[in-house]
């Protein structure tokens, strides 16, 4: 079935450094959503993305959606510690109906040593 | 406050004991949806349904239940628990008019013994 691959699965910086996670789909998707899940939270939307080529800008977070709309990336410019948590793409595909569906990644755990 | 109520936070229960996860929102969204998630494997959608009376499969719904009778109620259902189904569950509602973008519980941390 269709699915969504993030990478790295897990990342260690130190506080400052730069931080980037990247999701590919194997389908074409209508649309890419980001989501942070603090530890022992629960997962809190982002951003959406719907543009192809589209690039939006958070603070120090910089979300990017591919051309072909395939792929996506999140980027953090000189992390803190507040940034700990897990990230997580979805991708959203459309089958044809009203709603699309949404496929999460396995998201990318972040530590940032202070 | 819009948010999306789950309850109970934690439970601890033995196989073959029915139980049922609470899940309410106050945002007259109409999509509703369930997911588990496990180390490695992300979040992975276990039933979802589109408005009342409507509920379909998602990725992973072999072994729960749901129902959809009112608008803010999607509760979720395990007839006979097995220790496989241990995990941290999160409830989720959305709307068209939003987005889609998803709104989540805080998490129900069940353990199966």
């Known amino acids: 079935g269709q699915q969504v691959m993030q990478i790295p699965q897990y990342q260690h910086v130190q506080e400052g450094e730069d931080f980037t996670t990247y999701c590919n789909s194997s389908?074409?998707?209508?649309?890419i959503q980001w989501y942070k899940q603090r530890p022992g939270g629960h997962p809190v939307f982002l951003i959406q993305?719907?543009?192809?080529?589209e690039v939006k800008k958070q603070k120090r977070l910089t979300f990017q959606f591919g051309e072909a709309k395939k792929n996506s990336s999140l980027h953090i410019t000189a992390t803190q510690t507040t940034d700990v948590g897990t990230y997580f793409c979805?991708?959203?595909?459309?089958?044809?109906?009203?709603?699309?569906?949404?496929?999460f990644g396995t998201g990318t755990l972040l530590a940032v040593q202070p | 406050e819009a948010q999306v109520t789950q309850n109970p936070r934690y439970l601890i229960t033995v196989t073959g004991k029915k139980l049922t996860v609470t899940c309410s929102q106050n945002?007259?969204?109409?999509?509703m949806s369930w997911y588990r998630q496990d180390p490695g494997l992300g979040l992975r959608q276990i039933y979802y349904?589109?408005?009342?009376?409507?509920?379909d499969k998602g990725d992973v719904p072999e072994g729960y239940k749901v129902s959809r009778k009112e608008k803010r109620n999607f509760p979720l259902i395990l007839e006979s628990p097995s220790p496989n189904q241990t995990s941290l569950y999160f409830c989720?509602?959305?709307?068209?008019?939003?987005?889609?973008?998803?709104?989540f519980g805080s998490g129900t941390q069940l353990s199966v013994l």
């Open positions: 989720a509602s959305s709307s068209v008019l939003e987005g889609e973008k998803l709104f």
């Open positions: 389908t074409t998707l209508s649309n």
């Open positions: 993305l719907v543009k192809s080529g």
């Open positions: 979805a991708g959203a595909m459309n089958y044809g109906g009203a709603t699309n569906k949404l496929i």
């Open positions: 945002m007259n969204h109409e999509y």
């Open positions: 349904s589109m408005n009342v009376e409507v509920t």
